[in-house]
């Protein structure tokens, strides 16, 4: 397919126009017009992109590439690296935000709720992409941080009374923390995202709701994943995840 018509595809599916979001979403580098091969990461790290080109990629798809607000525009350093092996070897980067966090079929929370066993009744937050629902059948924290670890192969950091019982949780991939205090007045048992602040530990013991610390890119996974597999389906594309051990 081109390149235009992967940009244009991903822009409806995804509804960019509506994201009021911190950084572009959709092409961020252009390479070259036909893609066969893509590939997905969460992060455009010099990894991901060395790896991507090693196996062939025309394009690689991300959830977080550049161009943040506030960060020095200056394509120097470790920036100027990845843009030049980028534009040398003729492969796009496309990077997608906001629009994949809130995607009801393929975004990361929808994907985290499928995954945990969560029926998803509601959405919060920064323009909605946060969710709030219910677990199938009551289960005590403990219990349900083990569904969190085995669903991401990687160990919660959890606050919270391991017995207790708990059935309402709020979740948003990411770096969520700072949506507690607005899942706390939704009245839930637990929530969910991927990084803790300071404060977080004393609202968890001090309100009783438990705080789950799963990982902010493990929570990020799902999405793009899903993206890149619906992507190859649909286009007959080649399609390649490419993670990383990163433990924050």
């Known amino acids: 397919m081109k390149l235009i018509q992967l940009r244009d595809y991903n822009a409806s599916l995804l509804q960019t126009a509506q994201f009021k979001d911190y950084c572009p979403n959709g092409i961020q580098v252009e390479g070259r017009e036909e893609v066969l091969r893509i590939a997905t990461a969460v992060t455009a790290s010099q990894q991901v992109i060395d790896d991507a080109i090693n196996w062939g990629a025309d394009a690689i798809v991300v959830h977080h590439g550049y161009f943040w607000r506030n960060e020095d525009a200056c394509i120097v350093g470790i920036k100027k690296k990845r843009i030049a092996q980028l534009l040398k070897n003729e492969v796009s980067l496309l990077a997608y935000h ?146 990383q051990n990163n433990p924050i």
């Open 98 to 243: 906001l629009p994949l966090d809130a995607h009801p079929e393929f975004g990361n929370n929808a994907r985290l709720g499928r995954l945990f066993g969560l029926t998803e009744q509601g959405r919060f937050g920064e323009q909605n992409i946060a969710c709030f629902g219910t677990l199938e059948a009551v289960q005590t924290l403990a219990r349900f941080s083990e569904v969190v670890a085995s669903g991401l192969q990687r160990k919660p950091q959890v606050i919270g009374d391991a017995g207790r019982m708990i059935r309402r949780v709020a979740w948003c991939s990411g770096g969520a923390q700072g949506y507690f205090e607005a899942a706390i007045a939704l009245g839930v048992d637990a929530f969910l995202t991927g990084e803790i602040s300071e404060q977080n530990y004393h609202l968890a013991n001090e309100t009783g709701v438990a705080f789950i610390a799963a990982g902010h890119h493990a929570t990020e996974r799902p999405g793009i994943q899903a993206l890149g597999e619906h992507l190859a389906a649909q286009f007959n594309l080649e399609h390649r995840f490419f993670d």
